[in-house]
């Protein structure tokens, strides 16, 4: 067994964990931010979110390690790590706020929504990347490099 199978499973699980939490994270937006218990909703999904992400990276990272056999995937691998950092920092600080706000912001308070929005759509567009990465290897294909 190559080590990229030993981390396959672990990699899907967790891409399926996020893309399910995406999902509950993007319901919780959709409901209006009127009152404390609506941000406490969306303070519990990113706080799950805040769990997963870092083991998510850990996997990436293996399975993008077990990839590089002499492609030059090197500055990819640490670009795609960088950005994966980045979403996380990101998160934590929207997490901050909206904790804040729990206490803190009138009733009509919907400030964090387009950190949130936006937050999401530069999760999509890595997840993108890092799937044209794997993607065909993790099928048995040929490793995509150009990202």
Known sequence: MSPLSNHR???DEYATLEYL???D???AMDEPMDDAASR???VTVIEALLQAMPRKLEVTRLVLRALDDGRRTASIQDELFAEQQDLLRRLQ???AQIVDS???APPEYDGDSRSVHDWMERVALHNRRVEQLLLPTLDGGETAVAV
Request: charged content about 15%; proline content about 6%; hydrophobic content about 50%.
């Open 21 to 23: 939490l995406l999902g």
């Open 25 to 27: 994270l993007r319901a």
């Open 102 to 104: 729990i206490s803190s």
């Open 40 to 42: 406490r909703w969306l």
């Open 9 to 11: 499973r672990p990699f």
């Open 93 to 95: 600080s929207i997490h």
